[in-house]
């Protein structure tokens, strides 16, 4: 992360679930972009802007000078992707002064899903009923390769 504040200034302000929850009820004056592969936008947080159409959406708000009145929540897949840091000092530099980073990432956003529930943090996408939290967990930095934990528990709800 070091070397994207080195690249682009400030770093970037964190937000919480709360405040993603708040933006996606809020559509029309929030933007939503997730820094996912395109093979892992099959379960998305609510309302976030498709991989495919985020450049034309990113271009038309700085073409119509709206850049600066939009808020911009970007996540990543968890607390260590760094991808979200650096998309939204990117944002910042072509206008958006109101961007932030969700750090949870949809590994937080899922166990809150697996504890709270679908309708209280709902997901948007061809996998959502199935996603699986430790899909999303952050790679280990320490120790070497992934533990294996099975199959998911069933929900206690």
């Known amino acids: 992360m070091d070397a994207v504040l080195s690249l682009f200034g400030e ?13 996606a009820e809020r559509p029309e004056t929030h ?6 592969p395109a093979n892992m936008q099959g379960a998305l947080l609510p309302h976030t802007v498709p991989c495919d159409a985020e450049e034309d959406v990113v ?25 979200a840091d650096k ?7 072509l206008g958006f002064r109101d ?15 697996d504890v709270y529930g679908a309708a209280k943090f709902p997901l948007e996408g061809a996998d959502a009923a199935r996603a699986d939290p430790l899909s999303y967990r952050p790679p280990p930095r320490i120790g ?5 934990f099975g199959a998911p528990s069933p929900t206690f709800f």
Do not use: M, W
């Open 11 to 23: 770093a970037p302000s964190r937000v919480g679930f709360e405040d993603v929850l708040r933006a």
């Open 31 to 36: 933007l939503i972009i997730s820094t996912l």
């Open 59 to 83: 271009n038309d708000a700085v073409a119509a000078d709206a850049a600066a009145r939009l808020t911009v929540l970007v996540y990543g897949r968890d607390a260590s992707d760094a991808s």
């Open 87 to 93: 998309k939204c000092a990117q944002l910042r530099a």
């Open 99 to 113: 961007a932030h980073v969700y750090g949870g990432g949809v590994f937080e956003y899922l166990l809150l899903r």
């Open 144 to 148: 070497g390769a992934r533990r294996s």
